[in-house]
């Protein structure tokens, strides 16, 4: 098992999660950060350090395996990130909203660390 991170932290990227990795696993985009599954040791020390709950155990992912895929794509292209930087301004505005990835998300990269 792996953790993942899901619509949730679209555009609000708090990155509370980054800083208790103890394995560095996250990588950076412009609005969303990711788990790296195969850097991933399971220990579930980053989920309750989210503040909008945007980080599951793989196992209660999509039927379709969606945000298993989108991290680990991502995590191959994007920069790593190990310390915790200053969420988007507008971050608040956009913490309860639902379906945030297909509306708001960039694959750009972000600037790592």
Known sequence: MTYI???????CKFMDC???CPVDCFYEGENFLVIAPDECIDCGVCEPECPVDAIKPDTE???????????ADFAKIWPNITVKGAPPADAEEFERETG???KYFSEKPGKGS
């Open 18 to 20: 980054v800083e208790v």
């Open 61 to 71: 992912d999509e039927p379709d395996g969606k945000w298993l895929k989108v991290n």
């Open 5 to 11: 991170v899901t619509d949730a932290c679209v555009r």
């Open 100 to 102: 945030k990835f297909e």
